[in-house]
């Protein structure tokens, strides 16, 4: 079945670079790369975030946007971050 845009990415769940270093206390939108290579999550529900070790709740902590992911607060420097994009999770 033909897609307009990106298709649809069956299981394909990657882990997304560490923005430790990039977290200053007054930046909120970082890029997500993994690999050093470009993601684009579908939504902000197809990401599991961490911060300073706690699972952070999409659209309420954050939002993605165009390969984008903007936090409400801002991180506090040094805070540990993981992330992992997940990909077609209902097929």
């Known amino acids: 079945m033909p897609y307009i845009g990106k298709e649809p990415e069956h299981g394909s769940y990657q882990r997304i670079d560490d923005l430790t270093s ?13 690999s050093l290579a470009p993601v684009y999550p ?6 599991i975030v961490s911060l300073g070790g706690v699972v952070q709740e999409p659209t309420a902590a ?3 946007s165009a390969g984008a992911i ?16 997940l990909g077609d999770t209902l097929d």
């Open 70 to 85: 903007t936090f409400t607060t801002a991180p506090a420097a040094n805070t540990d971050f993981w992330a992992i994009a």
């Open 22 to 34: 990039s977290f200053d206390g007054s930046e909120t939108t970082f890029n997500l790369l993994a």
């Open 62 to 64: 954050y939002t993605v």
């Open 42 to 47: 579908g939504s902000s529900s197809s990401l």
